[in-house]
């Protein structure tokens, strides 16, 4: 069985996968407090049940919820001698709709929005992960359809497509193709650190 943990945006996030079944999931959107929820979450999940790997959301999303899962997810594989593994919050998201071509749009810091394209069969991304002032998103991305909680805004900007509204859910993580579920199991911050070097 495989454990997926999603931390990456305002919701905290777990699933027990078994193969393409879900065995059991917890989703609660808590806006922050993602440390504190995560670890009982995962004990209530599991209910003395021991999952075989791991796979947990590297970003891009919030700093400190990526951080929080990426930190418990090497914790449990350490402690469990279970292999790990990462994915994108974007790629997750477009794999949640069927379309050959979508955008995935997450709200990103300093009122930007982290975007990227994805399309084919198995899903693959169409360009590369930016993140943008939701204008200028709205000029580079191009797809009818914008799945993410920054989706309603950039297709509102644009004037034309679908938005649908939505934050990275772990169950979700068994419509990946594997070529999208192997990432190394670190940080994508998707833009540049606030603090600056002094000179």
């Known amino acids: 069985m495989l454990l997926a943990i999603d931390t990456a945006s305002r919701a905290c996030s777990a699933a027990l996968i078994d193969g393409d079944t879900i065995v059991d999931e917890r989703h609660e959107v808590v806006g922050r407090g993602h440390a ?23 970003g891009p999303g919030s700093f400190t919820g990526v951080r929080v899962g990426l930190a418990a997810a090497h914790g449990l594989a350490i402690g469990w001698q279970v292999p790990i593994a990462g ?4 790629a997750l998201l477009a794999a949640t ?5 979508v955008a995935a749009a997450l709200e990103g810091g300093h009122g930007q929005l982290f975007v990227q394209s994805y399309g084919g069969d198995p899903l693959a991304p ?27 805004q950039l297709v509102a900007l644009r004037g034309y497509g679908t938005a649908l509204d939505a934050l990275p859910r772990a169950a979700d993580v068994r419509l990946l193709p594997a070529s999208l579920r192997g990432l190394l199991p670190r940080p994508i911050y998707g833009r540049g650190a606030d603090a600056k070097p002094m000179m």
């Not at 504190?36 to 590297?58: F, N, W, Y």
């Not at 709709?97 to 071509?101: G, K, L, N, P």
């Open 36 to 58: 504190e929820r995560l670890l009982p979450m995962i004990e209530e999940l599991l209910a003395g049940r021991r999952p075989d790997s791991l796979i947990v959301d590297c």
């Open 87 to 90: 994915y994108s919050s974007l």
């Open 97 to 101: 709709v069927s379309a050959t071509e």
């Open 126 to 152: 169409r360009d590369t992960l930016r993140s943008l002032p939701p204008d200028q998103a709205a000029v580079v991305i191009s797809s009818a359809i914008v799945v993410g909680s920054g989706a309603q």
